[in-house]
């Protein structure tokens, strides 16, 4: 072994190298000082100064007053390093650009904290040896997204482990508005504004990178640095939520600071706080972290709730208190009905399938119990199928309350009936079809699958069913032809003929779209009923409960809700859907009450002996605001919000229509002050032939009909509704056969021709229009 000789230079460098470990952090970091042309710099460093006041983190007074009077003179006595030094030692990081574009990057000696779910505001020196003038660009493993959106695979890979998520703690956000630019200068030296968010509390170590455009990255990773953050924790805002009476209650609070953003972080939650959400939903004893400072909070629980709106102060303590009081403006459940939504998905459209296939039941039944919705219907469906399908029981869910029930039922959508139209099957007692353990096996069209649903006792109907409907025009009956090439309530139009469908859905899409088709096949005599549903969240990602179905029940006192109960309320009609903004409750026609067993005991129906006249009663509310929002009202109704009381205001008033709809069209109109006040109403309406009835409060209402008989006579109501429903089954045809496998067609070709005969001796027997 040979011996080893150490020289002076060698154990000067092992030396200096011990020296500087023993070093404070803040003396080993400070940056290099970087020759630059004073008045250019001048320009830049005013422009940062102005920068930082607007992103809220002002330099402190005495080195602005010290900068100011350097900034004042003519740049002697090395000004600019002077300037430098003062606001080096605010930076994180120290980036060094050489003449070949190369990036590398040192730590920088401010002091390394960061705080629990809010922003801190640190500069970034640079040094441009190569004058880029590229935008510089941050980035962090720490910041990667936190989640993957729905691909719509039914049995998609995680992607984002679990364990990856403790990580993926950090939010950038690099300040390149006015004043500053968006790019570099290329000036010699400049400082650029880095603001970072912490979801958690403690210390963190964080790894940020810099770039100025693909291939600047020096070699052996020197563009990037790992730093060791101390994250201060937040101050825990612990919540009292209380409603109307006084009960504890869920509900929702989108809550914002001074600047605008929103708390917890979007881009760092996850469930149960939805991502793609403004809003959180909290009850009594529940907490948000929030750090000091003052914010603005709005807050509600549904449609029947008034939204507020305030300000809290956020002391810089341990924790703190808040109390919010919720108002309503209108309480159906006190009047006999329910709120539902049948249609809303854990899995799937904006949710995540990583770092887990969707969310989970106790998830879904916060955002129920915060929108005030009785029933919450989720539906598993194609995205995250294999996962999802665990959750489905055949009865309701554990995380059900007395007055909120929650069940996973199904959505045929992804699977190869699709084509035909998407069915949403409640009440199931089994959620694979007979013979299947796959998707894909499942039938290629519809009618099967409706059968298989209802022989086992559940509520079968179409999902979102304007879409493959859209006419031209905004009036109704239209007798314009859809294409049929959609996922609506396509084959209804086939389906209905052989009593396969309880029930169209409805608010979710166009309103001229989905009502045409069922005006059409009400004018034959069938008798779909309609019902409210969001499709969460897909057409609608705001909130549960945008579309409702609102049924008549009795509570049992003591007693939960009986989800059969709500479920075959909306399979007789004993329903009316809604925006949740407009109320159309007790409509009864002669007495007979829809839903309800009438004339010889048979459901919503009147016999009459020859042509008179009918009173017709219903108990109505709707509240629009007193202002007008003509961005709602002026929209096209082919448009979003597809429903929504503000489009039914008449002109600048508070007012809205109830209007009769006999066999399709609007024959009577009485107007209602929409200030939330329930108001009887009452029509005198002249009945000539057998006819279907309802009401509703265009776009925002509507009932279920009820079903006038005269003389015994079935409802034939129009020839011409006959003859396009007679059309509509060989467009439904031509589009959808060709998706339809071989095997399966001869019963489908049978099922249509079905379809066709009813539609022809329906056009012999109706009246003429």
Same mark, same amino acid.
């Given at each position: 072994?040979?011996?080893?000789?150490?020289?002076?230079?060698?154990?000067?460098?092992?030396?200096?190298?011990?020296?500087?470990?023993?070093?404070?952090?803040?003396?080993?970091?400070?940056?290099?000082?970087?020759?630059?042309?004073?008045?250019?710099?001048?320009?830049?460093?005013?422009?940062?100064?102005?920068?930082?006041?607007?992103?809220?983190?002002p330099l402190d007074k005495k080195d602005l007053s010290q900068l100011e009077k350097l900034l004042a003179g003519k740049g002697e006595d090395h000004a600019h390093e002077k300037i430098q030094k003062i606001l080096d030692k605010h930076c994180l990081i120290g980036v060094h650009i050489n003449p070949e574009s190369r990036v590398k990057v040192q730590e920088g000696p401010c002091k390394k904290e960061l705080m629990q779910q809010g922003w801190r505001t640190f500069l970034i020196k640079v040094h441009n040896e190569a004058g880029v003038t590229a935008p510089l660009k941050a980035s962090s493993p720490n910041a990667k997204p936190l989640y993957k959106r729905s691909t719509g695979s039914p049995d998609p890979k995680r992607t984002i482990p679990e364990g990856e998520v403790i990580h993926r703690f950090l939010d950038i956000h690099s300040i390149v508005r006015s004043p500053l630019k968006k790019t570099l200068s290329g000036l010699e030296a400049e400082y650029r504004i880095l603001q970072l968010y912490c979801r958690d509390a403690g210390k963190r170590e964080a790894k940020l990178a810099f770039d100025v455009g693909q +291939?600047?990255?020096?070699?052996?990773?020197?563009?990037?640095?790992?730093?060791?953050?101390? #994250?201060?924790?937040?101050?825990?805002?612990?919540?009292?939520?209380?409603?109307?009476?006084?009960?504890?209650?869920?509900? #929702?609070?989108?809550?914002?600071?001074?600047?605008?953003?929103?708390?917890?972080?979007? #881009?760092?939650?996850?469930?149960?706080?939805?991502?793609?959400?403004?809003?959180?939903?909290?009850?009594?004893?529940?907490?948000?972290?929030?750090?000091?400072?003052?914010?603005?909070?709005?807050?509600?629980?549904?449609?029947?709730?008034?939204?507020?709106?305030?300000?809290?102060?956020?002391?810089?303590?341990?924790?703190?208190?808040?109390?919010?009081?919720?108002?309503r403006w209108i309480q159906t459940s006190k009047e006999g009905w329910w709120s539902g939504d049948h249609h809303i998905h854990a899995a799937g459209c904006a949710h995540y399938e990583s770092p887990m296939e969707g969310v989970l039941p106790q998830d879904m039944m916060r955002h129920c119990l915060g929108e005030d919705l009785n029933v919450g219907c989720v539906l598993s469906w194609g995205p995250c199928w294999y996962f999802q399908k665990q959750f489905f029981e055949g009865k309701v869910n554990a995380f059900s309350k007395d007055e909120y029930l929650m069940r996973y039922d199904v959505e045929v959508s992804g699977f190869?009936?699709?084509?035909?139209?998407?069915?949403?099957?409640?009440?199931?007692?089994?959620?694979?079809?007979?013979?299947?353990?796959? *998707?894909?096996?499942?039938?290629?069209?519809?009618?099967?699958?409706?059968?298989?649903?209802?022989?086992?006792?559940? *509520?079968?109907?179409?999902?979102? #069913?304007?879409?493959?409907?859209? *006419?031209?025009?905004?009036?109704?009956?239209?007798?314009?032809?859809?294409?049929?090439?959609? *996922?609506?309530?396509?084959?209804?139009?086939?389906?209905?003929?052989?009593?396969?469908?309880?029930?169209?859905?409805?608010?979710?899409?166009?309103?001229?779209?989905?009502?045409?088709?069922?005006?059409?096949?009400?004018?034959?005599?069938?008798?779909?009923?309609?019902? +409210?549903?969001?499709?969460?969240?897909?057409?609608?990602?705001?909130?549960?409960?945008?579309?409702?179905?609102?049924?008549?029940?009795?509570r049992t006192p003591g007693k939960p809700l009986n989800f059969d109960t709500w479920a075959l309320g909306v399979k007789d009609g004993r329903n009316y859907v809604s925006d949740g903004k407009s109320h159309l409750m007790d409509f009864t026609v002669g007495g007979v009450k829809m839903g309800e067993p009438g004339s010889q005991g048979k459901i919503s129906e009147l016999q009459l002996n020859g042509k008179q006249s009918v009173k017709m009663k219903a108990r109505v509310a709707s509240r629009l605001n007193e202002k007008p929002n003509p961005s709602i009202k002026n929209r096209p109704l082919s448009h979003k919000p597809y429903w929504d009381v503000e489009r039914a205001r008449i002109g600048k008033t508070r007012q809205v229509p109830v209007e009769v709809v006999v066999n399709g069209k609007s024959v009577a109109t009485k107007n209602i002050l929409a200030d939330g006040t329930i108001r009887d109403i009452e029509f005198d309406i002249p009945i000539k032939h057998s006819s279907w009835v309802a009401l509703r409060i265009f776009p925002s209402a509507h009932t279920n009909p009820v079903f006038i008989h005269v003389d015994g006579k079935p409802i034939r109501a129009s020839k011409k509704s006959a003859e396009w429903c007679l059309k509509a089954v060989d467009v439904c045809w031509n589009q959808k056969q060709g998706r339809i496998r071989d095997s399966e067609k001869p019963a489908a070709i049978k099922a249509y021709d079905v379809a066709r005969q009813a539609y022809r001796q329906a056009v012999r027997d109706s009246v003429e229009d």
């Open positions: 072994m040979k011996n080893t000789k150490w020289s002076c230079p060698r154990l000067l460098i092992v030396f200096g190298f011990l020296f500087s470990l023993a070093l404070p952090m803040n003396l080993r970091a400070e940056l290099p000082l970087v020759k630059v042309e004073f008045q250019p710099f001048v320009q830049a460093v005013k422009r940062l100064i102005t920068a930082l006041d607007m992103a809220g983190a +291939g600047t990255q020096d070699l052996g990773f020197r563009n990037e640095v790992s730093i060791l953050f101390n #994250s201060k924790r937040a101050v825990e805002v612990v919540l009292e939520v209380k409603d109307f009476n006084g009960r504890d209650v869920m509900a #929702s609070f989108i809550i914002r600071d001074e600047r605008n953003r929103l708390y917890p972080s979007p #881009s760092r939650r996850l469930a149960p706080d939805f991502f793609f959400h403004p809003q959180v939903y909290r009850e009594t004893g529940e907490s948000i972290f929030l750090p000091p400072g003052k914010y603005s909070v709005e807050y509600g629980r549904g449609p029947e709730y008034l939204t507020k709106h305030t300000t809290i102060e956020i002391p810089d303590t341990v924790s703190h208190k808040v109390r919010f009081n919720l108002e190869p009936s699709s084509h035909a139209g998407h069915l949403s099957l409640l009440r199931l007692v089994e959620d694979d079809y007979p013979g299947t353990t796959k *998707i894909h096996e499942w039938p290629s069209w519809d009618l099967p699958i409706l059968q298989w649903a209802q022989k086992q006792g559940g *509520i079968a109907g179409f999902s979102h #069913s304007g879409w493959g409907l859209q *006419i031209p025009g905004d009036h109704l009956p239209n007798y314009n032809m859809p294409p049929f090439d959609g *996922i609506g309530a396509n084959e209804y139009i086939v389906d209905v003929v052989h009593g396969a469908v309880d029930f169209i859905s409805t608010v979710d899409t166009p309103i001229i779209w989905e009502l045409n088709i069922w005006y059409h096949t009400l004018n034959c005599g069938y008798r779909a009923r309609i019902s +409210g549903e969001t499709d969460f969240p897909c057409i609608y990602g705001e909130k549960v409960g945008l579309g409702r179905s609102y049924v008549k029940m009795t």
